[in-house]
């Protein structure tokens, strides 16, 4: 008798609806509107593939994935469905969790350097123009030819300030510096620093080998990304997880179509990569969910609907779940028929009126078959979790982070000499030596008579007095005056 294959149960209709693990590196979609289920089949898929040893990372945007670290409990809703689907010798399991946060706060901190994001992401990120990213990619390059490393928030800061002090020097070589487009990025800084993107640009920054731990009993570790609080810089966020898949593309070897995926990646809220972004980003974008199965990753976007995700990218994603959408206006029924078109059609039902009717916790399902073809649209009940329903407390949590394989690895923040030291080294080593005073320095008269502190600080007054009456007999003085006077007295008044 041949062996199944390795496989994921998700849903039942009633037969087992399940995804092949040789056939999840196909990439994935869960779509449906908030409050239908969505989460459930997420925890039931991350459940399914640390079962098969495969590692998994997802984003917590609600805060409610944490339970995935605890076995569940006889909770109503679960107990109905058990009963319901009729699933004999069900049992509560948990999976072992790594928790990570950008902010450090609700797990190890998740840290990238700006050299590992690049001009293109940070661009991004920062909510630049095209000739704004321009400016950052000159930038880029002229840290790259003067050996600068860019390892954090600073450094980043300081050689934008760096490009321009030498603007009119550098534009031979690298083109114009326009002053407006870098005060547009150093205010973008500004704003990253205090949402607190000195926290995300630093060192030791991730190991992408940390994303990839079997634990004990050969169940993938599933590595929690908290985002409750990332998700209020919606750019960051996307634009963090987009860096994360692009980086697992470029360092892992090819591997083809393995029997299971090496890792699986959740996309949660994936509208916010695809809103908005200039064309050569959602090029990247497809790019990477194009080739990167073949290096033994699947992607799986989580979102509303699938109209939020691009053509070119929905094509690639041969495993669905689709929960219900509602249909109150003229576009809101566009959309559910979109999205049924997007289904190898079921001769037994009609799958636009079916998506309006779903149930919570019922979806419409089609996975790939072991040759690839998208199976028939199926109307099935997604399993029950395994795993406990309700979030860990803060002193669950912390216990899991201590207990975590990784713990230590990433806890403290490193500060290496990079290009933020050696700007500053270099502009102290140009500026002038100042001038000695006459006698001996900051002790004695012309004529050697000791003098007290506060005599010298008078002096200082005077002078700057006389100089201000001298400057205040002209227009251009009493500007000038009502500029410095304004600086001391903490500015003008209104």
Known sequence: MARPPLSIPVARAPEELAVL?????RHGLIAGATGTGKTVSLRVLAEGFSCLGVPVFMADVKGDLSGLARPGADAPPVSERVRKLGLEGFSYEACPVVFWDVFGKQGHPLR?????????????????NDVQEGVLQLAFKV?????????????????VQHVADRAAELRGQYGNVSAASVGTIQRALLALDVQGGDKFLGEPAL????LMQVGSGGRGVVNILAADELIRAPQLYATLLLWMLSELFERLPEVGDPEKPRLVFFFDEAHLLFDGAPRALLERVEQVVRLIRSKGVGVYFVTQSPLDVPDAVLG???????????????RDQKVVRAAAETFRANPGFNAAQAISELAVGEALVSFLDEHGTPGAVERAFVLPPRSRLQPLSPEERAATVRESTVYGRYEQPIDRESAYEKLRARAQAAQPPAPAPAGRPGARGQRGVLRDPGEKTMDMIESVAKSAARAAGTQLGREIMRGVLGSLFGGRRR
């Open 21 to 25: 693990a040789r056939m999840a590196n």
């Open 207 to 210: 190991d992408f080998e940390d």
């Open 143 to 159: 840290a790259d030819d003067s050996g600068l490393l860019l390892l954090d928030l600073k450094d980043l800061r300081a050689l």
């Open 316 to 330: 690639q994603l041969g495993n669905r779940v689709q929960h219900a959408l509602r249909a109150f206006t003229p």
């Open 112 to 128: 990238a350097t700006p050299s590992d994001m690049g001009p293109l992401l940070l661009a991004r990120v920062l909510g630049l």
